[in-house]
């Protein structure tokens, strides 16, 4: 393969464009040679721990794959920050190439014992699976499928429920209909999107759910516990409000993710608009581009893919404590997995995972690139040190 070529594959993968003939090159590039192994891991590891190599078809080619070259021939460097990351227990890790680093036809050792591998799915694929759960204002409990017919008004396609719009019936609503509440519950190891009487669009990651009025009033408030992207329509005279934990985020017309599961820090991260945060530590104000962590109390700069990345199949991770990886994965692929030995507490998470993957391929490579291993319990899966 041409350096050339190389070069094009490695800022795609980056990039998230690799199609799959691609991919299948970049995997024989990768499995001619246990260099190329040890070069595509350090460049994965200074994407995610620099952020300077972030969105690489953005920049001139040939620039980049000379700055790429010079990083790796500085081996100092390299092990420096390796180093670095040992030190913090750091994984580096590629997840969602399959059976990349299988080398030489080698047979694959399973993270767990065969006769104990849990057989799971990325996402449920059964249509008589529900997506989510409504629970309407009456207290009916409505499931919610992949494809499905109208309910009281509401379309349900594709994963998606749509709500009768305000534009359809322009009257102001009643104060019955603004005060009565609708739930939508998404379970864990599934995902699912809603379009709001005002035509906000939501999208609930795993674990999530939303509560919200039949109708919006002269406000438009909503409750929200797990993780969601808004993409809310402006309404100058009428504030979009999102309750979560004991904050409560303000905003007229923008696009922004909100992460606020129980036990773990409230994060905002916004990608177009602007928003005000109240906190009880006081009130922040996010631009494009900005990050509100509610452990640190401050705004900061950040590259939003890590945050957001989730909604196009793809969850990319910086640095992230061990038990929030493992805490993100059960809720994912709807399972139990617990950390049994208490030096992985401070290990941290750097890498890719790819929703289409199942559970099994992603423990089996992290598994292989890191000092752990994967235990069945009865239902329960145990992360331990090798």
Not at 19 to 36: P, R, Y
Not at 366 to 384: A, M, N, P, Y
Request: negative net charge; charged residues 25%; contains cysteine.
């Amino acid at each position: 393969m041409q350096k050339s070529k190389t070069e094009t594959l490695i800022q795609k993968y980056l990039s998230h464009q690799l199609n799959e003939q691609e991919l299948e090159e970049l995997k024989l590039w990768i499995e001619e040679d246990a260099s190329h192994r040890e070069i595509f891991v350090k460049l994965l590891s200074l994407h995610h721990v620099n952020n300077q190599l972030n969105l690489l078809h953005q920049f001139d080619k040939e620039a980049s794959w000379k700055s790429i070259q010079h990083r790796c021939n500085r081996s100092h460097t390299i092990h420096r920050r390796i180093a670095i990351y040992s030190s913090a227990a750091a994984i580096a890790i590629l997840i969602g190439i399959t059976s990349i680093l299988y080398f030489n036809g080698q047979k694959p050792v399973p993270a767990i014992a065969q006769n104990e591998q849990p057989q799971q799915s990325p996402l449920p694929k059964n249509t008589e699976t529900p997506k989510a759960t409504w629970v309407q204002a009456n207290h009916s409990v409505v499931p919610l499928y992949e494809n499905q017919r109208e309910i009281n008004g509401s379309h349900i396609n594709n994963g998606e429920i749509i709500f009768p719009q305000e534009s359809d019936s322009p009257h102001k609503p009643k104060l019955d209909t603004e005060l009565l509440q609708n739930k939508i519950i998404v379970p864990k190891g599934s995902e699912y999107a809603i379009v709001l009487a005002d035509g906000t669009k939501v999208k609930m990651n795993a674990d999530s759910h939303i509560d919200f009025p039949v109708q919006f009033g002269d406000t438009r408030e909503v409750t929200l516990e797990g993780e969601a992207m808004f993409e809310v329509t402006h309404d100058e005279a009428r504030p979009f409000i999102i309750k979560t934990h004991d904050h409560a985020i303000y905003v007229l017309g923008t696009t922004f993710n909100i992460s606020a599961y129980p036990d773990e820090e409230l994060s905002v991260t916004l990608i177009e608009g602007k928003l005000k945060v109240n906190a009880p530590s006081g009130e922040y104000y996010l631009l494009p581009g900005e990050h509100y962590s509610s452990a640190q109390s401050k705004v900061s700069k950040v590259d939003t893919e890590f945050y957001i990345s989730w909604t196009e199949g793809a969850m990319e991770f910086d640095a992230m404590p061990f038990p929030l990886l493992i805490a993100r994965l059960s809720r994912c692929y709807n399972v139990d997995i617990q950390i049994a030995s208490k030096e992985l507490e401070t290990m941290k998470f750097t890498g890719v995972i790819f929703r289409n993957k199942p559970l099994d391929f992603a423990l089996d490579i992290i598994h292989r690139v890191s000092d752990v291993k994967f235990e069945k319990k009865g239902e329960t899966i145990l992360v331990k040190k090798q």
